[in-house]
């Protein structure tokens, strides 16, 4: 006999779950008293329609990306209480990310558990960003993804509701409201207080509001979810009012702001008694049975937590591992073939695009007005929706968080995304889902999860842009470590660190003078499709004996002008790549000139030249006869007046004028 369509060994199952996870809240609060743990997020009152979810699924096959309060959900997906007790130790063999991150931070290469970090809502694009793969895989697969009520602010919840809805993205949003996002209700938090309602409008969304203290209403609408998804119409926000039992962390105090009144009466909702109670109710289980499997769960979780003690913490030697990956392409060709004559700056981006898509058939192109007849407003993507489809090339709202979030969710399982952020100016709004995702992704999963994708952002001035067309932003994104960064000068070098950048297992922000795109001087002979430029190689310009410029983008120019205008014998090194670095070509030009001038286009005040000069002064003060001179522009947004521009950005003249006094002194 059969209860709601569960048997009694379903049943057990269940309860078995919930009491797990309820057990190891008590048992990770125990351990932080005794101080062998920092932090606890507890999922106790969410037990029911967690658990509900991962039944619904397929671990292994579906994909999850669950929130800290997703224990529950974890267990039922197939963690142990092991797993969960390495990862609030922090132990070596934590799964999650190995002693990296804060417990309740999920993760699991083998059960498709997605690495999550501590921003809330960035993890809902990268949810769609996955689906998208799964579609383009051609997979049957479904995205989970989860947060609280207090998420559904974040304008990422609502891009991903938009991109999921019109792609029928096959993906499960699971918005779990207990009612507090840490102290503040949902009164003082969303329009109507209904999540449910907020999420309206959307075409091919579905929309379920459920108790989520009833197991068996929350397994209804999660399997009806999960198999609308599978038969590709659409994605389904789940709104489940679930009672939060324990503060919203180990550091709050949720008396503080709550009524005993009002703790008393979740308590009345929580959903292990209610479920306890209804088996006992229908005679489907005996008390005895439940005691039985409660004694059972308090010693293992026990034993658990006596093996997870003596297990080892991670090694001090390897605080570093992981930042980057160890996967070096080794098809590296220094000195290409010419195919064509003059090639201009945009046009080699285009060849390097077209000759990818045609080498990796993973490789999608896409961002704000790439496709079709328009080809980006440069014109760097024309023609290739017509080359390789819709499917391949395509426009992305203009939202740059999505492009950034759908990107990282695509590149997780396995795509290669070549997104454009149409301006360097408006790259901000995407900047939670570059910092804290994009470079973290593979050290937070201790190496278990990256997204190896390529941002392409055209920068810079010179153009009349004003101040949202012409912003330098190299010195913001130099100081993040697990991002790769390219700025070519040329079209031979875009060509080859464009195309060495989509074959790379790290992700890597290739940044482009669109001021160069089409000037004369930036233009090159074309190298053929075999030409990879490594990164962290510099390219020494010109050679000299009396004067290095180090510099990158379109200064590169400037600095030639500026040493024609001299009688010095001027060094030009060209860096290239702004990480790597190639430091090794500096020291050698500055052991052989004395004399240091670096160069660059981007702010005086924490531009990457001040890095530059700090790594001279400590690794070649000795070769140097001269202080190290800085070129930059002006602390100043960039003004569209020519007269102004010419005021705030770097002229030739500077350059000249550094030269004279650093020769002279």
Partial sequence: MKYKGHTKKELKEIYTLMYLSRKLDDKQLVLLKQGKGFFHIGASGHEAV?????????????YAYPYYRDQAFCLAYGMTEKEILLSFLAKEDDPNSGGRQMPQHY??????IVSQSSPTGTQYLQAVGAAFALKKDKSNAVVYVSSGEGTTSQGDYHEALNWASREKAPV???????????????????SGESVYKISAGYENLARISINGSDYFESLL?????VDRARKGLGPTVIESHVPRLLPHSSSDDHRKYRSQSELDLDKENDPIILFKNECLKNNLLKEKVFDNIENDIVESINNAAEWAEVQDSPKAEDALKNIYSSNINTDFVSHPKSVSDKIVYVDA??????????????LCVYGQDVAGGKGGVFTATKGLTDKYGKERVFNSPLAESSIIGTA????????????EIQFGDYIWTSMMQIRNEVATL?????????????????????IHGSLCHSQSIDGYFTHLPGIKIAYPSNAADAKGLLKAACRMDDPVLFLEHKGLYRQGYASSEEPDGNFLLNFGEANVIQNG?????????????????AARKTDYSIEIIDIRTLNPLDLDTILFSIKKTNRLIVAHEDNLTNGFGSEIVSLIADKGFKFLDAPIKRVASKDSPVAYSSVLEDEILVQTDWIVKSIHETMEF
């Fill in 221 to 225: 609408a999660f399997e009806k979810s």
């Fill in 50 to 62: 967690e658990i509900a979810a991962a039944r619904a699924m397929k671990p292994s096959y579906d």
């Fill in 172 to 190: 499960i949003f699971h918005v779990e409201n207990n009612g507090y996002a840490i102290s503040v209700p949902i009164k003082e938090q969303t």
């Fill in 107 to 112: 993760g699991h290469k083998d059960l498709h």
């Fill in 545 to 561: 004996t009396d004067l290095t410029i180090i510099t990158w983008g379109a200064i590169v120019q400037k600095s030639i002008e």
């Fill in 442 to 462: 593979r050290y937070r999963s201790n190496g278990a999860w990256c997204s190896p994708f390529v941002m392409r952002v055209p920068v810079g001035g010179y």
């Fill in 349 to 362: 981006i285009n060849h390097a695009l077209d000759e990818e898509l045609e080498y990796n058939d993973k």
């Fill in 408 to 419: 990282i969710g695509m590149s997780t399982l396995g795509h290669k995304p070549v997104i």
